[in-house]
């Protein structure tokens, strides 16, 4: 099985300041096809995950553009550029190429400072 | 608008079983592959079993390989997962999620004495 590891597992940032979160896969992420199958997800407090990127950098609808997602082979990283009080949670990592199983990362919670 | 609305959890002995459901609603539920992912209150996300398009294919964590049977009905919009032989490390929150893109609110089974 893949192995997701993220850091930090804990991210205490001021608002209006810049976050980063690394995932790393313990093999490559690129597919067959060519395609890089790695996904980013927000899990606020009390609430369902909700998918912010697929394939590594594809925002999903509705997530604002201080969100930004990158990275090649193993190495993956989620930004967000300023911080707002909304975006306090648990961000996971996942790989959708070499399945089954998915795999997740263990989870980074960032919190306000 | 999407929705997934799970339901059927809830409080069973160990050896029991529990058939939750998933209500699809907003979007060509037989074109989707769907998930089960489960999360024990405050830890990470665990994928456990998928299931594509028309059913025809299905695969599963090893954790619950053999005692969890995925299935769907197209024609009602409607996931399924059967879980038997339960046992204490089954606790936890089960989404239901379509192509990981849209979750549910997440059914809460427990599995005590």
């Known amino acids: 099985d893949v192995v997701m590891t993220q850091s930090p597992l804990s991210l205490p940032v001021t608002l209006g300041q810049p976050a980063s979160i690394s995932c790393r896969s313990s093999?490559?992420?690129?597919?067959?096809?060519?395609?890089?199958?790695l996904s980013w997800f927000q899990q606020r407090p009390g609430q369902s995950p909700r998918r912010l990127f697929y394939?590594?950098?594809n925002r999903d609808s509705g997530v604002p553009d201080r969100f930004s997602g990158s990275g090649s082979g193993t190495d993956f990283t989620l930004k967000i550029s300023r911080v707002e009080a909304e975006d306090v949670g648990v961000y996971y990592c996942?790989?959708?190429?070499?399945?089954?199983?998915?795999?997740f990362g263990q989870g980074t919670k960032v919190e306000i400072k | 608008e999407v929705q997934l609305v799970e339901s059927g959890g809830g409080l069973v002995q160990p050896g029991g079983s529990l058939r939750l459901s998933c209500a699809a609603s907003?979007?060509?539920?037989?074109?989707?592959?769907m998930h089960w992912v489960r999360q024990v209150p405050g830890k990470g996300l665990v994928w456990v079993s998928h299931?594509?398009?028309?059913?025809?294919?299905?695969t599963y964590a090893d954790s619950v390989k053999g005692r969890f049977t995925i299935s769907r009905d197209n024609a009602k919009s409607n996931l399924y997962l059967q879980m038997n032989s339960l046992r204490a490390e089954d606790t936890a929150v089960y989404y239901c999620?379509?192509?990981?893109?849209?979750w549910g609110q997440g059914t809460l089974v427990t599995v005590s004495s």
């Open positions: 999620a379509g192509g990981f893109d849209n």
């Open positions: 907003g979007f060509t539920f037989s074109s989707q592959r």
């Open positions: 299931i594509n398009s028309d059913g025809s294919g299905a």
């Open positions: 093999q490559s992420l690129v597919h067959s096809d060519g395609n890089t199958y």
């Open positions: 394939r590594v950098s």
């Open positions: 996942m790989q959708g190429t070499h399945w089954p199983p998915w795999t």
